[in-house]
């Protein structure tokens, strides 16, 4: 059984920072190119950022120089750190593993506001 879990999520101020946390199983996690999307309210969900199993990345233009993506392959685990976070941040964010099918988690909020 695939599982991603995600954690991390929570209120911040702008100008603040959050690191979220996916963990994995059920997957042979180095295989898999694993990602963070969000959806906001009203919006379709987009890429954030992703990262291949030997570390490449790539990252939304919103995301750039604010947020990094990183992977622990020995724990199956992918972060997210965010900084410099703004209201428009604020959404649902959600793991994903993307390999010869695609897995999600269930999604942490994200909610930056004063």
């Known amino acids: 059984q695939v599982q991603l879990v995600e954690s991390g999520g929570g209120l911040v101020q702008p100008g603040g920072s959050l690191r979220l946390s996916c963990a994995a199983s059920?997957?042979?996690?180095?295989?898999?190119?694993m990602g963070w999307y969000r959806q906001a309210p009203g919006k379709q969900r987009e890429l954030v950022a992703n990262i291949r199993s030997g570390g490449a990345t790539n990252y939304a233009d919103s995301a750039k120089g604010r947020f990094t993506i990183s992977r622990d392959n020995g724990k199956n685990t992918v972060y997210l750190q965010m900084n410099s976070l703004e209201p428009e941040d604020t959404a649902v964010y959600y793991c994903?593993?993307?390999?010869?099918?695609?897995?999600w988690g269930q999604g942490t909020q994200v909610t930056v506001s004063s």
């Open positions: 994903s593993a993307r390999f010869r099918n695609d897995y």
């Open positions: 059920g997957i042979m996690f180095g295989l898999y190119v």
